[in-house]
């Protein structure tokens, strides 16, 4: 029997975009071992010297600038990719990305970026007729995913669908599925063994995560934090971000038993397993995977734009808080030591409905466009 063949295009633009891609792929061969699968982050891959340095200048900017990211996120919201960048893309992608199409021949290309989707769905428009999935990777819908040659989105959740439908996509392209997460976010461990092999004690833990550049580094929230250190147990999550990871090796402040400190790790799900609180930007992603785990949120600076709108929605869903003083980290520190046994006992319960999110389903509708061989028009 031929295997089908999915093709997972991604971007180096913030790492949540890669983790839905290889997410979406684990899911896939899990549900059906027909389903052959390849990733790929479509500008490193096509260019590696180029691309690196492409993505260390928006890295910068949106570190230095977050103001003009957001100013450029509202003026452009409702704005598919103007003429002038699907133009430029074209030149630098199309060959290139037509060849791969060509050479892997997969029966469906799934884009988890905006970019490589508008790549994709250039190629369409000069003839191809591979069917195209985007996956939008927010709880937001801005106008640079949105092309006419898309055949399905992907979306998180019913508000996201309403955006864009007032945007002119029409309903019978748009499927609300959730933000695909890696299954190991949807199963739960023995915590002791987890513990154990990360050297963790058995009581009240709060987790810091910076995303996967590791930029969570608020000299002021960290050093509150280490205030609870006889208390409470603190994970720092740096992710590639070694400068911050040495500094705080050498801060006495940080040289305590019940503080861990830890690079990049493709074991984020223990950690959250063992975790009774995530301190963390609010990425779609790591929002999405800490909604798996049934854990609450503290959600640190969020960038304006996309991280804002994820903000917004899972405050509004009760799911997380906004860290809006240091006054909102005082009281959840209270309530580790103090009130352990009900933060304890929301969570189970919140494990309990997870079904409700439809963990598979993402990865389901993929399988079903392969398996009816044909597109919604």
């Known amino acids: 029997m031929m295997k089908k063949r999915v093709l997972l295009l991604s971007e180096g633009f913030g790492a949540g975009h890669t983790r839905a891609a290889y997410a979406l792929s684990s899911s896939l061969r899990k549900l059906s071992p027909s389903v052959q699968t390849k990733v790929l982050e479509l500008g490193s891959f096509l260019n590696p010297k180029v691309a690196p340095l492409i993505i260390t200048a928006y890295k910068k900017t949106v570190l230095s600038q977050p103001r003009l990211v957001g100013m450029m996120y509202r003026h452009q919201y409702k704005k598919s990719l103007n003429r002038f960048t699907t133009l430029a893309l074209h030149r630098i992608f199309y060959t290139h990305t037509k060849n791969i199409v060509n050479q892997l021949r997969p029966d469906i290309v799934v884009c988890t970026h905006p970019i490589p989707s508008a790549v994709i769905s250039r190629l369409k428009r000069l003839g ?51 933000i695909p997460v890696h299954p190991n976010f949807w199963e739960h461990p023995v915590k002791e063994e987890i513990r154990e092999k990360f050297g963790l004690k058995n009581m009240p833990t709060v987790m810091v995560m910076g995303g996967g550049w590791g930029i969570m580094n608020d000299e002021v929230i960290n050093n509150y934090l280490t205030r609870w250190r006889d208390q409470i147990q603190i994970v720092f999550c740096l992710g590639n971000n070694e400068k911050v990871l040495r500094k705080l090796e050498q801060d006495p402040s940080y040289n305590h038993p019940n503080i861990r400190l830890i690079g990049f790790t493709p074991e984020v799900d223990k950690l959250m397993e ?36 994820n903000c917004q929605y899972f405050t509004a869903q009760g799911l997380g808080e906004p860290i809006s003083s240091l006054d909102v980290i005082t009281k959840w520190m209270n309530k580790l030591i103090h009130e352990y046994d009900s933060i304890q006992q929301r969570r189970e319960e919140q494990l309990k409905s997870i079904d409700r999110y439809r963990p598979m389903q993402s990865a389901q509708s993929i399988i079903d466009m392969l398996e009816s061989n044909k597109v919604p028009s």
Do not use: N
């Open 128 to 178: 191809s007729s591979i069917p195209l999935c985007t996956v939008i990777t927010d709880y937001d819908a801005h106008g640079t995913w949105i092309s006419p040659e898309v055949d399905r989105y992907l979306v998180s959740t019913q508000e996201v669908k309403s955006k864009m439908l007032e945007q002119g996509v029409a309903g019978s392209k748009i499927e609300v599925t959730g």
């Open 274 to 309: 063992v975790s009774d609180l995530l301190m963390t930007k609010p990425g779609g992603m790591t929002c999405s995977e800490g909604l798996a785990k049934g854990i609450p949120m503290l959600f640190h600076h969020p960038l304006p734009g996309q991280e804002e709108e």
